[in-house]
Nanobody, 125 residues
């Protein structure tokens, strides 16, 4: 089992920045892909970004490329999502997720095994 706890959400004005954190526990994360998804009210849960824990390779949704950066800290067993140039359409609950032996090209929620409780990000115009 992998436990995931997100933090760092909040309210920010358009153009601002936030950094989300996701602390993982319960397993070493070698062979895991970590991901971020988001879900706005009344919409489906959408892929945002993923990182291969071992290699550091990343993949991003087109809508966030150039604005969001996903990274990991091996010593802290934590992944981050640095979000810059935020837009009102980025408003959503952001979820951290993990999948052992996954791929950074896995874009569907069903591809991932473990989920955090989510953290709200609200971008005002």
């Amino acid at each position: 089992q992998v436990q995931l706890v997100e933090s760092g959400g909040g309210l920010v004005q358009a153009g601002g920045s936030l950094r989300l954190s996701c602390a993982a526990s319960g397993r070493t994360l070698n062979n895991y892909v970590m991901g971020w998804f988001r879900q706005a009210p009344g919409k489906e849960r959408d892929f945002v970004a993923a990182i291969n824990w071992s290699t550091g390779n990343t993949n991003y949704a087109e809508s966030v490329k150039g604005r969001f950066t996903m990274s990991r800290d091996n010593a802290k067993n934590t992944v981050y999502l640095q979000m810059n140039s935020l837009k009102p359409e980025d408003t959503a609950v952001y979820y951290c997720t993990a999948h052992q032996y996954g791929r950074i090209w896995n874009l569907r929620p069903n591809d991932y095994e473990y989920w955090g409780q989510g953290t709200q990000v609200t971008v005002s115009s």
